[in-house]
């Protein structure tokens, strides 16, 4: 009977500790249900707020880029303007130049040129003035990579006196292609956009030059005849056959060149093959005669293209897997400077090989082409080192 009773007591306590149990998980859940709703109203609270903001800076953002495309519409507007009244300024100075062509730097007629010393002298009737360019390149400043259209090999230069660029594309056809300023070429998606001349003969490589609103190429003949185009009017100024019986290449590395010929303050000049090294010649540019030549000494092998500056021949060299290109001959037409006394001229390294490089000696920049890219080369130049002699007593 004891026995009993201790069980129904034992079994009624368990059932009242079990319900206390119970009871609390139950108010643990309910709390911990509270503290979720008033986050997950936070988080909407805090979400609400966060869209709205969102909303506002898109808004922003959108009144920001509406007036920034109206700023842009402006300014292109304001570029275009400004870009019509360059071109048309480009031309009025190339009409008044076209009128009042400068004197040039030297007249043959007016050479008196002895080795380390030049002379002035006033003679009762005429004063003879000796060129005053007597500079020679120190280094290479800055390069410029305009673009890259036409063919591996070709030409670009500009006449000294005009603001005309000409495009030479490939080494042997017969039309050219005129650009009225660099600006125009560099915005152009070919060569196939500028103005096309056609010349009555195929040319020859890559050493051709443009010299006061005239063309002198070699022909693409059986002999090497030398042709003046006039570019303003469309025709053959004159031609001469030029006194060459090597058909050599000037220059190693460029083989379809076999005359290239060189304008620069001076006036025109030949560079052409004698044997293994590379011979010069003076041009005059009215009659193509032939006025002096000389015997550089530089070169052919590895030599890729040369250009003058002030009558100073530099001839660059570089390597049949193409490397930098070198300046490593010099030659002065006046014996002021040797390939000694030079400095040593590197080119940044670049794709290839330069297939042409022409002097401006207004802009004192080179118009190089390089595996079809078309490049510019600013040039710094400073004093040959000569003499001013006093003149004689009479």
Not at 56 to 70: H, I, T, V, Y
Not at 114 to 135: A, G, I, T, W
Request: aromatic share 10%; with cysteine.
């Amino acid at each position: 009977m004891k026995a009993t009773i201790f069980f129904i007591l034992l079994t009624a306590v368990a059932r009242s500790r079990g319900q206390y149990h119970y009871q609390g998980l139950m108010n643990y859940l309910e709390n911990r249900m509270l503290a979720m709703e008033e986050r997950i109203a936070l988080w909407q609270e805090q979400n609400n707020r966060y869209s709205s903001d969102l909303k506002e800076f898109r808004q922003q953002a959108a009144d920001l880029l509406g007036k920034l495309g109206k700023e842009h519409d402006k300014l292109r507007s304001d570029m275009e303007g400004a870009g019509a009244r360059v071109d048309r300024v480009e031309r009025e100075m190339d009409y008044i130049e076209t009128k009042n062509p400068p004197k040039p730097c030297v007249k043959a007629a007016d050479k008196m040129v002895e080795q380390d010393v030049v002379v002035k002298e006033r003679k009762k009737d005429e004063f003879f003035e000796l060129s005053v360019c007597v500079n020679i390149v120190s280094s290479l400043k800055a390069m410029k990579i305009l673009k890259r259209l036409g063919s591996p090999k070709g030409v670009w230069t500009k006449d000294a006196r005009s603001a005309k660029v000409y495009v030479f594309n490939g080494t042997s056809d017969n039309m050219l292609y005129e650009f009225n300023s660099v600006r125009e070429l560099s915005a152009s998606s070919g060569v196939s956009k500028g103005k096309q001349i056609t010349v009555p003969t195929a040319w020859n490589g890559t050493g051709h030059a443009v010299y006061d609103g005239f063309l002198y190429y070699v022909s693409e003949s059986s002999e090497l005849q030398v042709i003046k185009y006039d570019l303003q009017n469309g025709s053959v100024a004159d031609s001469a056959v030029f006194p060459m019986d090597d058909r050599s290449p000037v220059y190693q590395l460029n083989p379809e060149t076999l005359v290239d010929l060189v304008a620069d303050e001076d006036g025109l000049w030949a560079l052409y093959p004698a044997g293994d090294t590379i011979n010069l010649a003076k041009m005059d540019i009215d009659s193509l005669d032939i006025e002096q030549m000389w015997d550089t000494a530089c070169p052919r092998n590895n030599a890729e293209a040369a250009f003058i500056v002030c009558g100073t021949v530099y001839v660059v060299y570089n390597t049949k897997p193409p490397s930098r290109s070198r300046v490593q001959c010099v030659f002065d037409v006046n014996d002021m400077v040797s390939s000694g006394e030079a400095p040593l001229i590197y080119f940044p390294r670049r794709y290839g090989a330069h297939s042409s490089l022409k002097y401006n000696p207004e802009e004192r920049q080179l118009y190089a082409w390089d595996d079809g890219y078309q490049i510019l080369y600013k040039l710094v130049l400073k004093k040959k080192l000569w003499v001013i002699m006093p003149p004689p007593e009479e």
